[in-house]
């Protein structure tokens, strides 16, 4: 397929017109399709109904070290669940609590208490300091760029690239800035550009010298089980890390069961060393009486070891993988060989990561919503809502049907086409 920019100026001219009919036809349809966020779909959450049985009135309601579940306590979680998810990331459970239902709840509350309180190790808290800091590796995901707003931390783009963040520029500014106090990472299948960081790339960031003593990784390990091909991509222990570098406070890993059981009453975990572990322990045991202990030992009867989470798994696999297929042939059929967008083919987590000509993406998302198509709004993949660039647009296939999912990524690309032909068009006319 020829590139719109081997095309004369009548050529474009006549192509404008062509793909504005093919548009205004979708556009009279009064589509409402929803591509927005990253939600799974009834099919999927059905997958998790039965463990809703695993639970009953009639049950005994302890923990295995006895504690009445129905009752106040446990601040950091059963025993049984600590175990599960213990195993799930590769540390002791004595390296973990369990939250409520939101990984981005504890991811929010443990920056609320770093600027009140600092964390451990810190001199000063965070929140009395002149600035702070954290990197961004961009595109990223927009709820970490949020809570960052929120307490006014200062936010610094880091380019992603095909094995993780730019780990020199990292490396560099961690090294001559004490304010820089931390950085986000989703390293398995990263939103939304589903790169999963190499083993150097993680042995980097364990080991980098860091001016701020008290400089913390946010691991959000949200999809660390999201796979969509049967040869999952590896991706390296990060406390392990750490705690081989000589930094064993430096990170803290974070993950749910949002996206495997049921996003509105999920577990919530995180880890980290000992010492962060306690340290966070003493502050949770003024903030709350305990977290939802039944739930969580659903989650645990629902799952009783790790080859029932990957069976689990497989089949949300099975419901997903077709949709990512259909997004990613109707983008090579529609805009292969146009040289008017790229775009990643992740092998797992929940969104495709598309980059449009440079200064079309705000343009292309308006018109699509023009058509009934609603998008992820330009620029939330990266700090402040401003894409640099203004060409990155995430793609959440998991949530519409396969029908409206193919209807949806035809109107995304016939608004790509006519966005770009219309800046090809203007290229030509400025000479």
Not at 76 to 91: M, N, S, W
Not at 289 to 308: A, C, M, S, T, Y
């Amino acid at each position: 397929m020829r590139a719109l920019r081997d095309l004369s100026a009548n050529e474009l001219a006549e192509a404008e017109l062509n793909i504005q009919e093919q548009y205004d036809g979708y556009k009279n349809r009064r589509l409402k399709l929803d591509m927005s966020r990253g939600k799974p779909s009834p099919e999927q959450l059905d997958l998790s109904m039965p463990m809703l049985d695993t639970v009953r009135s009639s049950d005994l309601l302890n923990a295995a070290d006895g504690t009445d579940l129905r009752n106040y306590g446990g601040v950091d979680g059963i025993p049984e669940a600590k175990a599960l998810f213990a195993r799930l990331l590769e540390v002791d459970s004595k390296e973990v609590i369990i939250g409520g239902n939101s990984s981005l709840n504890l991811m929010h509350d443990t920056i609320a208490r770093a600027m009140i309180h600092g964390v451990y190790g810190s001199e000063t808290p965070w929140g009395k300091l002149p600035v702070v800091k954290f990197l961004c590796p961009s595109p990223g995901y927009d709820r970490h760029f949020a809570i960052c707003e929120l307490f006014n931390i200062e936010m610094i783009v880091i380019d992603m690239l095909d094995d993780g963040p730019d780990m020199d520029t990292i490396e560099r500014l961690v090294r001559e800035d004490d304010s820089i106090k931390g950085i986000w990472c989703v390293p398995k299948y990263s939103n939304p550009e589903g790169v999963t960081y190499s083993d150097e790339i993680v042995d980097r960031l364990a080991a980098m010298p860091a001016k701020a003593a008290d400089f913390r990784i946010f691991w959000d390990d949200a999809y660390i089980v999201h796979h969509l091909t049967d040869r999952p991509d590896p991706l390296k222990n990060m406390l392990a890390a750490c705690k081989a570098a000589g930094n064993a406070d430096r990170v803290f890993v974070f993950a749910s069961t949002s996206k495997i059981t049921f996003p509105g009453s999920g577990v919530a975990v995180m880890a980290a060393s000992v010492a962060n572990i306690g340290y966070i322990r003493k502050q949770l045991s003024i903030q709350t009486i305990g977290p939802d202990k039944i739930n969580q030992l659903r989650h645990v009867r629902f799952f009783p070891d790790l080859e029932q989470i990957a069976a689990h798994m497989n089949r949300h696999a099975a419901i997903i993988k077709p949709k990512f297929d259909k997004v990613l042939n109707k983008l090579e059929a529609e805009l292969g060989g146009k040289q008017l967008a790229t775009w990643k083919k992740p092998g797992g987590g929940y969104f495709i990561s598309l980059n449009t000509l440079d200064g079309c993406a705000q343009a292309v998302i308006r018109l699509a919503a023009e058509a009934g198509v609603t998008l992820t709004q330009a620029g939330a993949t990266y700090p402040y809502g401003k894409d640099p660039n203004d060409r990155n647009i995430r793609i959440a296939p998991t949530f519409p049907s396969l029908e409206e999912l193919e209807t949806a990524i035809e109107v995304l690309c016939l608004c790509i086409q006519l966005v770009s032909v219309r800046k090809l068009r203007a290229e030509i006319a400025a000479g």
